[in-house]
């Protein structure tokens, strides 16, 4: 039996007929090309790519930034590594959902059973439906990529209670070449006063520039799954290089209490900041 994961945040978190989500993911990417400097932007397609995971109308301009650099890749990605933290069900390791495909309103993405039979034998590899039923981080991104890219198969998983080594060694296991696009869904602060937020992500961005895998889970919601792409990103001796940095004070929310959101591009060739 065909096991697909529904939608559980469309008319939430983006919208949920599909012409008005792909207006709204299209209206994102035409902004983020129209105000990116040329100059500032990486020069090869990224393997790999941090994007916030809040709802559009707040942190949707932000990812945008990132994916609007995957076009170019559209016919070389055809697999996407897609990591982000439980927010509702506690796991402990990194959770498979146990499903063939995801859906959302712009269709569904089949699951790559290649690469989940091969982290399977890892001992911090679970399987936790439960995990995946009602989780915004890994959803959201799905659209973005469904229009940035061509035919490709999705491995999504759930962090919980992992380590970075942990998580890490997974990466390592699916990294595979060109044809694989690893994604890490992560906010970061939350729920701080505007410019106390400014200068917290500020020491965040600062670390994850330098590979340093040392946040913690107030300083990134995400912040095992990017650490653990921060290791992995220091042995391949990726380079990282920042897209965007603001907050929901700056795009849709209350000044009093942000989430801070950044988008970061990782690219082979290059030394890390030290």
């Not at 994102?28 to 790999?48: D, G, H, M």
């Not at 919601?221 to 792409?229: A, D, F, M, S």
Request: glycine letters at 8%; a negative charge.
């Amino acid at each position: 039996m065909h096991q697909i994961r529904q939608p559980a945040v469309a008319g939430a978190f983006y919208p949920g007929l599909a012409a008005a989500l792909a207006s709204d993911v299209q209206d994102f990417l035409n902004i983020a090309r129209q105000t990116t400097n040329p100059a500032s932007l990486p020069v090869s397609v990224p393997k790999a790519i941090i994007v916030p995971h809040a709802g559009y109308i707040y942190s949707g301009s932000t990812a945008a930034l990132a994916y609007a650099l995957l076009p170019a890749a559209r016919q070389l990605i055809s697999r996407v590594v897609l990591l982000g933290p439980v927010h509702r069900v506690a796991v402990r390791g990194l959770a498979l959902p146990g499903a063939d495909a995801f859906a959302t309103p712009l269709g569904s993405v089949d699951i790559d059973q290649q690469a989940v039979a091969a982290i399977t034998p890892l001992c911090q590899v679970a399987t936790s439906a439960a995990a995946h039923a009602q989780e915004h981080s890994l959803e959201v991104q799905l659209p973005f990529l469904q229009t940035v890219l061509g035919n490709f198969q999705l491995l999504p998983l759930a962090v919980g209670d992992a380590t970075p080594a942990e998580v890490a060694e997974v990466l390592e296991v699916l990294w595979g070449g060109p044809e694989t696009l690893i994604v890490i869904s992560s906010d970061l602060s939350h729920f701080l006063p505007y410019h106390r937020a400014q200068s917290v992500d500020s020491v965040t961005v600062r670390s994850i520039m330098h590979l340093d895998a040392c946040l913690t889970h107030n300083q990134a919601c995400g912040g095992t799954p990017v650490n653990g792409l921060l290791l992995a990103a220091r042995k391949h001796q990726l380079q990282a290089h920042l897209l965007g940095l603001c907050n929901s004070g700056d795009t849709a929310g209350d000044k009093g209490r942000v989430v801070g959101y950044a988008s970061v591009a990782f690219t082979q060739g290059g030394q890390h900041v030290d």
